[in-house]
């Protein structure tokens, strides 16, 4: 065995049943691993605890702009669909926390693949892509988005062995680009060393960091167009840039009938997402 999560995955696997870790549980087949966290954060787990499905058949993602409410998502047994408890400090918000995942995945995928010589991409906000397909998603509900200095839930879905059949067209896994020695235990490890990474760079410089890291800096020349909530309400066809303004980040926005004006990050969440933004 690799490490600690490789012995508690085989045993799920074979018995069928619940696995807990050190710090962790594995779960052969659940709905949504944050379900399982909502719990764990109400039962005051500690920090970093995580909830590892084998299958995951309801899973959480970001809003459904038509519908209104959190996408779901299925995803065949093989890929690492996990949700685990991030303790924010004073000023922190889950949605910076959402980014830094997705930045920290996006360096742990590309590690993976740097050997293949295939790199991994940001796509605004929160997705990591390979060759132009969807490898890695990360989510933070709303509800967490307050600078509480409390627990958060992070979701993360992350595509390894199998791409899910409704995601064929749009989607793909590590091991369709040649990763085959990549497997959920071996992953799990190094992602949380490459988390735990990016959130101390992240601590140490500021949300504007993270942005730069992304791509999604705006540099005056590029615009990220988007659909958000401002202040409950939604708003269509609004476009602009974030900006940094010491340790606050800001989106700009022009849209119809108003004139340009800024939103601070915590009263706002992205429903959909933007250009590519690539990063060498």
């Not at 949504?32 to 500690?46: F, G, L, N, Q, Y």
């Not at 890291?213 to 167009?225: A, F, M, P, T, V």
Request: hydrophobic residues 35%.
């Amino acid at each position: 065995m690799n490490n600690k999560y490789d012995a508690a995955i085989v045993l799920a696997e074979a018995t069928q049943r619940p696995v807990e870790g050190d710090n962790f549980v594995v779960l052969p087949s659940i709905g949504s691993t944050m379900d399982v966290i909502d719990e764990a954060i109400s039962a005051r787990k500690p920090n970093n605890y995580m909830a590892i499905a084998l299958e995951q058949t309801k899973g959480r993602g970001s809003t459904d702009v038509v519908t209104g409410s959190p996408r779901k998502w299925s995803s065949g047994k093989g890929n690492a669909m996990f949700s685990q408890i991030v303790v924010l400090r004073p000023g922190e918000y889950g949605q910076e926390i959402e980014l830094v995942a997705a930045l920290a995945n996006r360096e742990t995928i590309s590690g993976f693949l740097r050997g293949l010589g295939i790199k991994a991409e940001s796509k605004f906000p929160n997705d990591v892509l390979v060759r132009g397909k969807k490898i890695a998603g990360h989510y933070v509900p709303p509800a967490y988005n307050e600078p509480s200095g409390g627990k958060v839930n992070l979701g993360i879905g992350t595509n390894i062995r199998l791409t899910p059949p409704d995601q064929i067209a749009t989607g793909t896994c590590l091991h369709d680009h040649g990763a085959w020695n990549v497997g959920i235990g071996m992953y799990l490890r190094t992602f949380s060393i490459q988390f735990n990474h990016q959130l101390q760079l992240y601590r140490a410089m500021g949300f504007n960091y993270v942005l730069k890291r992304l791509g999604y800096q705006n540099d005056g020349e590029k615009s990220i167009h988007a659909q958000i909530i401002e202040s409950g309400k939604q708003i269509t066809g609004a476009y602009g840039g974030f900006v940094a303004k010491g340790d606050h980040v800001y989106m700009r926005l022009r849209e119809p009938g108003r004139p340009e004006h800024e939103i601070h990050l915590r009263n706002m969440r992205i429903l959909t997402k933007g250009p590519q933004a690539n990063y060498d």
